[in-house]
Every structure is written in C-alpha cells, then in structure tokens.
C-alpha cells in the first residue's frame, strides 16, 4: 500500500514568517503534485513536478522534489493570510492498467495577520 | 470556465437509506474520481473510472458503488448509509494520464447520515 505522510499535520504562524511543509514516503512516485485547498471548496492545484532534484518557484512558493522521487517539500516565504488553507501533496504511481494517484494527509495552515 | 459541480453541498440521511451522489464535469475529460475527505487522513479514493462504463476500485471502496453511463456523469451511491459514511466526498475529473495532468475537483458534498 503506498502511503503519503504530511508534516506538520497543522501549523499556526505570523504574517512574513517562513514555512517548510514536508511530504514522505518510501515509495518511488513518476510524478508529485502540490493542491491547495480552501473552506467550502475543492482542491486546486498548484504545481507539478516530474523530475528527480526538480525544483519549481511560484511567487514566494518553492516546491522541490527528492532526488530519489521518494519526497517533496513546499516552502513558503513570509506568508500572507491569503496562504492560509489545506495543502494536499499527491503521488503517481503506476498502478496495474492506470496511473493512479495517492494523497498525501495533508497540512492545514494557519497565517494569522 | 471549466468546472466540476456536484449535485448538493450538504446532505442529511438516514441510516439504512439509499443515497445517490452526482457529478458532472464539462471538460471531456476520461478520468472521473470520487474521494472521501477526512481530517487527518487527507483524500481517499473510492472510485474512479477512466472511460464510461468501466471503473475500477480504489483504497476504500466497501458500501460504495458507481455508474458511469456518459462521458460527462459519474454517480456515487451508498447502498444502505451507515453512521461511520460521514463525510466530505469530493468528485474529481482529468485528461487521461493522471501523472501529468490536474485533477479537477468539485465543490464537495457533506454528508451527515443520522
């Protein structure tokens, strides 16, 4: 069974501290995918990354994937309260006839102004 | 505007009750995905079905079933509701290969069964 661990699980800050959310696995994914999701709406994504060592900026978001594909982190840099929101990492794996994905246990962040 | 609606936002049943969960999604997309979102546990799959007609099962489909008899409709159904189905579900539609390509979500359905 693949698992996706998310740390920390919920994380309270200040506006324009900086931030690291960790997503781990011992699985091998082809791709990883970073949603952000807000109160009373769906995930929206916000990046994807393909490559071993890839790293991807998104304004004052930083998303980088483990070398061995087996982790990511997202790090934001002096966050705003419009960060504030659930963010989902998700693998893909190759499944049997598909890709399937797995969702990482997410990390409900905080940005208090 | 592309988009993913869902039948209802909020739903209250009663245990034992057969209840029907609707999406629709107007991007032609093959893949279609019903997740049940709990805290602490992130997004789960039920089902998901990459072309009409077929589905296959994901990590926690028991008391679950689908249908998908056009393109654009994917329903989820609770064949008798039990307590422990509390939930946010939340459908999802993509292009084919789900490694490289978005999952488009719906606004989710909360569902309450008493």
């Known amino acids: 069974t693949q698992l996706l661990e998310q740390s920390p699980q919920f994380l309270s800050i200040q506006e324009g501290e900086n931030l690291t959310v960790y997503c781990n696995s011992s699985?091998?994914?082809?791709?990883l995918q970073w949603y952000r999701q807000e109160p009373g709406e769906g995930p929206v994504l916000l990046v994807t990354?393909?490559?071993?060592?890839e790293v991807k900026k998104l304004k004052r978001l930083t998303f980088q994937f483990g070398d061995a594909r087996k982790d990511s982190s997202l790090h934001i840099t002096a966050a705003q309260p419009g960060d504030t929101g659930l963010y989902l990492c998700?693998?893909?794996?190759?499944?049997?006839?598909?890709?399937?994905?797995?969702f990482g246990t997410g990390t409900l962040l905080a940005v208090q102004p | 505007d592309v988009k993913v609606t869902q039948s209802s936002r909020y739903l209250v049943k009663r245990t034992g009750e057969k209840v029907f969960l609707e999406c629709v999604q107007d991007?032609?997309?093959?893949?279609m995905f019903w997740y049940r979102q709990d805290p602490g546990l992130g997004l789960r799959l039920i089902y998901f079905?990459?072309?009409?007609?077929?589905?296959e099962k994901g990590d926690i489909p028991e008391g679950y079933s689908v249908s998908r008899e056009k393109k654009e409709r994917f329903s989820l159904i609770l064949e008798s509701a039990s307590t422990n189905q509390t939930s946010m579900y939340l459908c999802?539609?993509?292009?084919?290969?789900?490694?490289?390509?978005?999952?488009?979500f719906g606004p989710g359905t909360r569902l309450t069964v008493l």
């Open positions: 999802a539609s993509s292009l084919w290969d789900i490694s490289y390509n978005e999952q488009f």
């Open positions: 699985s091998v994914f082809s791709s």
């Open positions: 990354v393909v490559t071993g060592g």
């Open positions: 998700a693998g893909a794996y190759y499944g049997g006839a598909t890709n399937k994905l797995i």
């Open positions: 991007m032609d997309h093959e893949n």
């Open positions: 079905s990459y072309d009409v007609k077929m589905k």
